[in-house]
Structure formats: C-alpha cells, structure tokens
C-alpha cells in the first residue's frame, strides 16, 4: 500500500499549469485537462511552503522558529484590495508584470487568498494559490508575477532578512547575478534531471 498521507500544506497552498487565455487575470486558468503541480515539485523550483496557524501568528513559535533559522527579522503586513490599497489599481497592474527580486519574496496569507504565478524550468507558468494560513517563500531571480482572485482580497505578512529591498526588474533581467544563480541552481538542475529521466 503506498503513502496516501495528506500534505497538509495543500489545504492553504495549491498549485497548477496554467492556460494560454488572456481572460481575467483573476480567473484560475487551469489547463484542460487540469494539471496540478505538488508543493515537493514547487521546492524543485526553488518555492517552498508552510502551512501555519494565521490565528495566532503573532504568538506561534512554528513562524517564529522559520524566521529565526531563515534571518527574517523584518516584518510589516499589508492589505491589497480596492479599499485598503492607495493607487489600488496601478499597484495590481504593476503586481502582474513578470519581474524578479534580487531577494526573496516571503509572503504569509493571514486571510484572504490570491495567485503568485512562478516560471517552471521550461518557461511555463504554474500558478500558486496561497489562502489563509499558507506561507511561500519565492527564491531571488526566479521569474513572478502576482494577482488577487475573484475575491480581490488578502492580508498577508511580508517578511526579509534587514531592510527591505521590494524593487522589481521586469523581465529580461537575465543578466542580473541573483538570477544567474537562480538559473545555476534550479533551471540547469531541472534540465539536466529531466534529461536523466527521459533517457531511463
């Protein structure tokens, strides 16, 4: 009998190929038929995910214990929807435009949800679904965008290691260093075990 233990991290967190569609960016946008992608195949990319109590999250020593070994001693939160967000819809757009960071990108759902679109190895997009109580974390130079979903809501906690550096380079930065070392440690990786795979 194989290992049918539920991840209890996609209950918060879940992820899929997108489609070609230029529908509402709010849209799910799954492939027909739809492909999922697991939070393991995500960490492949260099995205990893927590699920956390967002209840208490100023009191839980799990979110403490990652920000101690991970050096994420900033912390602010914010809310992106129409009400609460000033040039609301200038941030939303600027949100979608693929860039990088020269940083991680930590983001914690503390409610609400929305969609963090990721670059796989090959170029296409997976989207991310965070809902309350998921935590990702995005690895400088990997090619992002963001949106809200239909519900045009969340609150989520930023987190960085010092001073916060929250400059976007929209793509192509290829030449910046942090996605060199990007490419370096996850795209070459992902070609050549892919490579390995489709010759066994």
Request: hydrophobic share 30%; glycine share 4%.
């Amino acid at each position: 009998m194989g290992n049918s233990r539920k991840d209890d991290r996609e209950e918060v967190i879940q992820a899929w190929y997108m489609d070609e569609s230029d529908e509402d960016q709010r849209l799910p946008h799954h492939r027909n038929p739809e492909e999922y992608v697991s939070l393991d195949q995500l960490a492949e990319f260099g995205v990893l995910s927590w699920r956390l109590d967002a209840d208490n999250h100023e009191t839980d020593d799990k979110l403490k214990e990652i920000r101690e070994a991970r050096g994420y001693s900033y912390m602010d939160i914010i809310e992106v929807c129409p009400e609460k967000l000033p040039n609301y819809e200038a941030k939303i757009k600027n949100f979608f435009e693929e860039h990088l960071h020269t940083d991680e990108e930590i983001r914690y759902c503390l409610a609400g949800s929305g969609y963090f679109d990721v670059r796989d190895c090959n170029d296409a997009w997976i989207r991310v679904w965070i809902k309350k109580g998921g935590m990702i974390v995005l690895p400088a130079g990997i090619y992002h965008r963001f949106t809200l979903d239909t519900d045009n809501y969340i609150k989520a906690m930023r987190l960085f290691v010092g001073e916060p550096v929250w400059t976007p380079y929209n793509r192509p930065h290829d030449y910046l260093p942090a996605r060199k070392e990007y490419v370096e440690t996850y795209v070459h990786k992902g070609s050549t075990n892919h490579a390995i795979e489709a010759a066994t």
